[in-house]
Each structure stands twice: as C-alpha cells, then as structure tokens.
C-alpha cells in the first residue's frame, strides 16, 4: 500500500504562494501515481511572538483552500485550534489536523470527530507514543470514523526537539496509520531570536528513519522559498526537492 503524503505551507501566505505549490503537488502526482494531501493553515495561533505572522484567519483562509481543491482536485488538511472552527473546517478540508499542543484538549477533539472527516492527531511533545492511546480514545469514541497519529519529536531540555522513533511503532499498535512529521521535528522551539528555529537539512533523513521504523505516512512542509516563509522558515523543505525525497520513500 502505498505510504500517505501531506505537503504544504506552514501557514496561508498567499494566493500566489498556494497556487506555485498546488500546481508542484499535482505535478508529482501525475509523475509517481501518487495522491499528496495539500496542507496550510488558516491561523497559526501556537506562535512565540504577538508580532508573528498567523494567517489570512478562519472564514477568508477556508475559501482561499476551497479555492485550491476546486482548481486543482487536490485532498485538504487544515489544522484547528478552537472547537468552534471544527465544523466549518470540515465542509472544506478532508481531514483536520489537531496541533500537537492541544492533542489533549477534549472539546477539540470531540467536535473534530463529530464532523465525520479523518482526525489527524499530533503527538504532543511532551508525551509518549503510548500515551496517544487516550486522545484516541475521545476521538473515536466521540464518533470518529477514521483517526491518524503523527509523530514530531520531544522535548528533552530547552530550545530542541528529539525523535525517539519506536513511538512509531508504540502507536501503530492502536492505530494503522502512523504519519511522521518530517519538517516539525527539525525544529529548535524559541531558538531563533523571537521566533522558532530549526534545520531543514535534516528533513530528509527524519523522513528515511521513520521509514525504517514502519511509519506510513509523511508530513512535509514546503515552501518555494522557505528562507523567506512566514512561519516556520527554517524547517521547511525547498518546494523542488520534494520530489526527490518521495521518490526514496516509494
């Protein structure tokens, strides 16, 4: 089977910006038969600094991603960060994402199941992979008809992130499908004077290793120029070299 592929902006910049990438994911889709999920945020709330970008917010951001899948038939995943956003995202979006913060957050992820769409729950980085078994739990217990896991690093000290990859396989115990976050796990939180930091170089063996531990999807954030990105700069990975990167994990 073949593994999920998620790729997108970190945050809706703009309509050019989302236009330049969607146009790349078909193109890849046409060459390698695969069916990439296009990812952006509408509002990046988990941001270090009041003065950073967050987005376009809910109502203009939704329209400008129904705008993608009806140009460009791709699938759409959005993040959520309030209960109340669940049900609009859900009219547009494919799957929801909950961000690895609020992984716990109850409310959340009973309105994101309840809207019948495919729940994608983050590993908080501050908890095991066993320990999702209980976010699962509420999802599907609250209606869910399909839940996904991602992985994307812990916290072990200040200003880094570490991969401990046997969580891959801790949460394919309870689940079939284990998405590793190539791009997020790179990060440095707080480490690049007001904003996150990271090294995207290491996307690529982040994404091999997972592979190795038996993950069957991958998340990547990209950008046609991610030194210049609105968020999340640092760790996502040059529009062109996706390609490459998913041709080794096929």
Same mark, same amino acid.
């Given at each position: @089977? ?39 945020? +509408? ?10 970008? !967050? ?8 329209? @400008?991603? $129904? ?20 049900? $609009? ?21 009973? $309105? ?20 999702? !078994? ?5 999802? @599907? ?14 916290? +072990? ?8 990859? !046997?969580?891959?396989?801790? @949460?394919?115990? +309870? ?11 790179? =990060? !440095?939180?707080? $480490? ?45 990975? =040059? ?12």
């Amino acid at each position: @089977m073949q593994p999920i592929f998620i790729a997108g902006p970190c945050v809706i910049e703009s309509a050019e910006i989302l236009d330049i990438v969607a146009r790349k994911l078909v193109e890849i889709n046409n060459k390698l038969g695969t069916d990439i999920i296009f990812k952006s945020s +509408f509002d990046k709330a988990n941001r270090t600094s009041l003065r950073s970008f !967050r987005g376009p917010g809910l109502t203009h951001g939704l329209q @400008m991603l $129904a705008d993608i899948k009806a140009k460009y038939g791709l699938k759409l995943l959005t993040d959520i960060h309030e209960s109340y956003q669940a049900e $609009a995202a859900g009219e547009v979006c494919d799957v929801l994402q909950i961000p690895a913060f609020l992984c716990r957050q109850t409310d959340l992820l009973v $309105a994101a199941a309840r809207t019948g769409k495919t729940v994608n729950i983050k590993k908080a980085q501050f908890l095991s992979g066993q320990d999702m !078994r209980y976010p699962v739990e509420k999802a @599907m217990e609250s209606g869910a008809k399909e839940v996904w896991l991602t992985e994307r690093g812990n916290c +072990f000290g200040y200003n880094n992130l570490v991969v401990d990859f !046997r969580n891959i396989p801790d @949460m394919k115990a +309870f689940v079939p499908t284990v998405i590793m976050d190539c791009t997020h796990s790179v =990060q !440095r939180p707080g $480490a690049g004077n007001g904003s996150t930091g990271g090294d995207r170089k290491f996307v690529p063996a982040m994404a091999l290793a997972a592979k190795a531990f038996g993950a069957t999807g991958y998340f990547f954030e990209v950008h046609p120029d991610p030194d210049h990105g609105l968020s999340d700069g640092p760790n996502m990975l =040059q529009l062109d070299n996706l390609q490459g990167l998913i041709e080794k994990l096929l």
